[in-house]
């Protein structure tokens, strides 16, 4: 997918994970972004890296290869009027800052639009352009929590933790921020105008709650409490500790997958327990603690029952599954970095690139755009 968005340009306002995110897939996928930043400290994630304290995050070096980086200061006149200027040839716009900001600048999307009436705008935030909250700064956990995504049924006592994955910021937020730029980059091909895409985080984190969702209508109709599925009140459906400490997931959903699972470990009784509740689980747990981690790792290597270990990071980078999918690979430095898991086949992996310095093109962007318009 190396081309794929070839000829696309996009102006990056984007900070920290969501857009930036957003971008890189772009930007793997053959589309040139330019990031622009503050001169000062650009975006906020580049401050995660400190060498003078010995701090390395590198989440700043993994979403934001393959891109350009320009300094604007978007609250003086002209550098407002250069940015504008940009929009001529980088016809698309992704930016995450809370409503209302780029009208006081005077390059919202409205006012851009009527020079550029082709011009495509992606906003991610928070909570969308409208409504009570638009306003509220929030983060991954505030977004997950406010859409249901810490419910845990019926299971009364169940402490939330935190989890360890920003799937409100990447699954509601960059990938479906995504989806809407690419259809109206196919719209605009169409009809030759642009679009300016709403995409609240929060708005895209709650429709992952389908199957509560489904189950909580289901209730309402049967008159009915009952939890679904994926709830962890069902023995099928369950993260289990091990003899050493460790767990094991277990995915049985369909009846075959259960069945396969209990002739494994010698318990065909639990055949008809499937939807046994908290007996059930209690008698699979207790199998479970009878072994360690290893030893069912190899019973199930082999079975087809939905059965896997709880793995850390560290363990999947060293994994197969991570190796052979060449999930990870090395910069030109050495650094371990995330590959793009989207694919071709029969197309060879493209070249790792480094993120950009503060302003490394500068003087490419900025000189060609003073050339431009003073030849």
Not at 116 to 143: M, R, W
Not at 354 to 362: D, S, T, V
Request: hydrophobic share 40%.
């Amino acid at each position: 997918m190396q081309d794929a968005l070839k000829g696309i340009k996009v102006l990056d306002l984007t900070m920290n994970l969501p857009g930036p995110f957003m971008t890189w897939i772009m930007a793997e996928m053959g589309a040139e972004v330019l990031k622009v930043e503050n001169p000062e400290i650009g975006d906020f994630a580049r401050t995660f890296n400190d060498p003078e304290q010995e701090l390395y995050f590198p989440v700043f070096d993994t979403v934001n290869r393959r891109k350009k980086s320009i300094t604007l200061d978007l609250k003086q006149q002209a550098d407002q009027d250069i940015f504008l200027g940009l929009i001529e040839d980088y016809t698309i716009v992704v930016e995450g800052f809370r409503p209302g900001v780029l009208k006081k600048l005077g390059i919202d999307y409205e006012t851009v639009v009527q020079q550029y009436p082709e011009v495509i705008y992606v906003s991610i935030s928070g909570y969308g352009q409208d409504g009570s909250y638009a306003h509220k700064g929030g983060h991954d956990l505030n977004y997950q929590a406010l859409a249901g995504c810490f419910d845990t049924g019926s299971m009364a006592g169940i402490t939330p933790s935190v989890p360890a994955v920003t799937m409100a910021d990447i699954g509601g937020g960059s990938l479906f921020a995504l989806s809407g730029l690419l259809s109206a980059i196919i719209a605009r091909t169409n009809t030759g105008k642009g679009r300016h895409i709403d995409m609240s985080i929060f708005d895209g984190i709650f429709l992952f709650n389908i199957f509560p969702f489904c189950q909580m209508k289901k209730n309402s109709v049967q008159n009915r409490d009952e939890p679904h599925i994926f709830s962890g009140n069902h023995p099928f459906y369950n993260i289990y500790e091990t003899l050493d400490n460790r767990h094991m997931s277990l995915g049985a959903l369909e009846e075959k997958f259960w069945q396969t699972f209990c002739r494994t470990i010698g318990r065909e009784d639990l055949f008809s327990m499937r939807f046994g509740g908290k007996k059930a689980i209690q008698e699979v747990a207790a199998v479970f603690k009878s072994r360690t981690q290893a030893d069912w790792i190899e019973l199930f290597r082999n079975k087809d029952a939905c059965c896997e270990p709880v793995l850390s990071i560290k363990e999947v980078m060293n994994s197969g599954l991570c190796t052979e999918r060449d999930l990870v690979r090395m910069d030109e430095t050495g650094i371990a970095v995330l590959n793009n898991p989207v694919k071709t086949v029969g197309e060879p992996p493209g070249e790792i690139h480094k993120a950009p310095a503060l302003g490394r093109h500068n003087p490419e962007i900025l000189g060609n755009l003073s050339m431009t318009k003073h030849p």
